[in-house]
C-alpha cells in the first residue's frame, strides 16, 4: 500500500513545474490558461532578459506592476502590446555597426529621428526641454538615456561628432497663429523673440563647431515670407556662409497622410551634390480619413476605445458635448457672417483633414469626425499618431505612455513632422552625404545640354 501511495506522489510531482513564476501559487494553476499565457508571457520574459521591469514598462507606456502581471500570467497583454514589444525586441537587434550618426535637437517626440533611422542610422544626442515630450521620447527610444534639456545652455563643442544635424527649432516666433497671438499680446516675434526665435542662431553654433556632413532642418511654412522674407534670407544666408550648399522646400504631407500639411524643409550638404526635393518617392494613391479612424474590428486600446457588444467603439469621452458643439456652430456662423474662414470643421471618412494644431486639445474644432445621430468627435490621440505618421503598417507601433495626457499628446503631435514624409527625404538625402562623389553637383550650363530639354 505504501509503494501505491508513493508512485502517486511522483506523478503528481512529475505533472507540476519544477519552479514556479514569481507570484504565481499551485492553487492558482487550475484556472490559468497554460497556451495562451505561455504564448503571451514568453516575449515579455525574454525582454526582461535584456532591461529592467522599469525600462520595459516605459517602453510599452504602462505601469511596472503591469509587467510584473504579464510576466508571471497574472493576466494576458493586449494583442497591440505583444506586437508593440515584438517590434521593440526586433528594433534592439538591429545591426550593431550603423551606416551613419546623427544629432536630434528640439527633438520633440522623435519624429525627425524615426525618419533618419530607420535607414540605419544611430542617434548620439538628444535636445528636448519639453518634460511631457521626453516622457514620450524615452518610451519609444529607450536608448536616449541622457535627453539635454535647454540648448542655450549646451557647449557646442561637448557634442558628440555626428554626420546629419537634425532640428525642428520652434515654429511659434514664425508661424501665422503664432505672428497673430504674440501681436495681440504686443510681444515680438521672429528673431525679435528671444525666448524661441534666436534659438536658430544656437543650430548655427553646433554646426559651425562640428562641421557635420549634412543637415536637415524644418519649420513652418510662413517662415519664408515672415517680415517680407528678411527672417528667410538671415538664415539661408548664415548656412551658406558655413560653406553648405542649401536648398529647401515647403511640402504637402498630402500624399502620404490624409491632412493637409505644408511645412518647409532645408536640406544641406557639406560636400556640394546634385539634390532635389522633386526626386523624393511620393505614394501612388493617397490615403483618407478611412484609413487612420479605430475601426470596429481592432483590439480596444486603453481609454481610447471601448468593447460594446463585440465590437471595438470609440469612447464617448471624445464626443463632443451639447453646449460645446452649440457654441462651435455658434462661432462659425458669426465669423462667416463677417467673411471670415475661422470655424470648426466636421470632416467624413473619405475626406482629408485640416492641418492638426497644437491647440488640438482646447476644442478640436480644426478635425471633427462626423458621428451618425450624434455629435461629432474629437480625433483620439492613437489617430493623431496615425494621421501623423508615426503609426503606420510596417513601422513599430508609436507608444503613448499612459502618464502622457491627451491635452500632451495633442501637443505634442500638433508640434510634430509627419514621418513617412522624413523619411522619404532622409532616402534622397543620405546617399548624397555617405557618397556624394558619385552625385556630381550639376551646373547651369549643363541644365541646358540635358536630353529633357531637347524638342523631341
Known amino acids: 500500500m505504501a509503494g501505491i501511495v508513493t508512485v502517486k506522489l511522483r506523478r503528481i510531482q512529475m505533472t507540476m513545474p519544477r519552479q514556479l513564476p514569481t507570484g504565481v501559487t499551485a492553487d492558482r494553476l487550475s484556472v490559468m490558461p497554460p497556451r495562451k499565457v505561455r504564448r503571451t508571457s514568453a516575449p515579455i520574459r525574454r525582454a526582461l532578459r535584456y532591461m529592467s521591469q522599469e525600462e520595459l514598462a516605459a517602453r510599452l507606456g504602462v505601469s511596472g506592476r503591469t509587467i510584473r502581471r504579464w510576466a508571471v500570467g497574472e493576466s494576458v497583454p493586449k494583442t497591440a502590446y505583444i506586437t508593440a514589444l515584438s517590434h521593440l525586441l526586433e528594433r534592439d537587434n538591429r545591426p550593431r555597426y550603423p551606416q551613419f550618426s546623427f ?10 529621428r524615426r525618419g533618419f533611422e530607420v535607414l540605419n542610422g544611430r542617434c548620439v544626442f538628444t535636445s528636448e526641454w519639453d518634460s511631457f515630450a521626453t516622457k514620450t521620447y524615452k518610451a519609444n527610444f529607450p536608448d536616449a538615456d541622457d535627453i539635454a534639456g535647454d540648448i542655450t545652455k549646451i557647449d557646442p563643442t561637448s557634442i558628440p561628432d555626428h554626420d546629419v544635424l537634425l532640428a525642428g527649432f520652434p515654429c511659434q516666433p514664425f508661424s501665422l497663429a503664432g505672428v497673430s497671438k504674440k501681436n495681440s499680446l504686443g510681444r515680438e516675434h521672429g528673431f525679435k523673440d528671444e525666448a524661441q526665435g534666436t534659438l536658430f542662431f544656437n543650430v548655427l553654433k553646433i554646426l559651425e563647431a562640428k562641421r557635420p556632413r549634412g543637415f536637415l532642418l524644418e519649420n513652418v511654412k510662413n517662415l519664408r ?15 551658406t556662409e558655413l560653406g553648405y550648399t542649401v536648398f529647401d522646400q515647403t511640402i504637402d504631407a498630402r500624399p502620404w497622410v490624409p491632412q493637409r500639411r505644408e511645412r518647409i ?7 556640394p551634390v546634385s539634390f532635389s526635393f522633386d526626386g523624393i518617392d511620393r505614394p501612388a494613391s493617397s490615403p483618407t480619413l478611412r484609413d487612420i479612424l479605430h ?6 486600446e486603453g481609454h481610447f476605445t471601448l468593447r460594446e457588444r463585440g465590437r471595438t467603439i470609440v469612447d464617448p469621452r471624445y464626443t463632443l458635448s451639447d453646449h460645446l458643439w452649440s457654441y462651435l456652430q455658434a462661432y462659425a456662423a458669426k465669423h462667416r457672417a463677417k467673411g471670415n474662414g475661422f470655424g470648426c470643421s466636421v470632416f467624413k471618412g473619405t475626406d482629408i483633414a485640416r ?16 458621428q451618425r445621430g450624434k455629435n461629432p468627435r474629437r480625433l483620439t490621440p492613437r489617430e493623431c499618431a496615425r494621421l501623423m505618421g508615426f503609426d503606420r503598417e510596417g513601422a513599430p507601433p508609436h507608444v503613448i ?10 501637443r505634442q503631435f500638433g508640434n510634430s513632422v509627419v514621418v513617412p514624409v522624413v523619411e522619404a527625404i532622409a532616402r534622397e538625402m543620405m546617399p548624397r552625404i555617405l557618397q556624394p562623389e558619385l552625385y556630381p553637383p550639376v551646373d547651369e550650363q549643363q541644365l541646358s545640354l540635358l536630353p529633357s530639354q531637347s524638342s523631341d
Open 103 to 112: 544629432v536630434d535637437l528640439f527633438a520633440g517626440i522623435g519624429g525627425l
Open 225 to 239: 515670407s515672415h517680415d517680407r522674407g528678411r527672417t528667410y534670407a538671415v538664415i539661408r544666408g548664415a548656412l
Open 265 to 271: 524643409f532645408l536640406a544641406g550638404f557639406r560636400t
Open 295 to 300: 475601426h470596429n474590428g481592432e483590439e480596444p
Open 355 to 370: 492641418t492638426l494644431s497644437a491647440r488640438y486639445h482646447k476644442d478640436g474644432s480644426e478635425i471633427l469626425i462626423e
Open 401 to 410: 505612455p499612459q502618464s502622457v495626457s491627451d491635452t500632451q499628446a495633442y
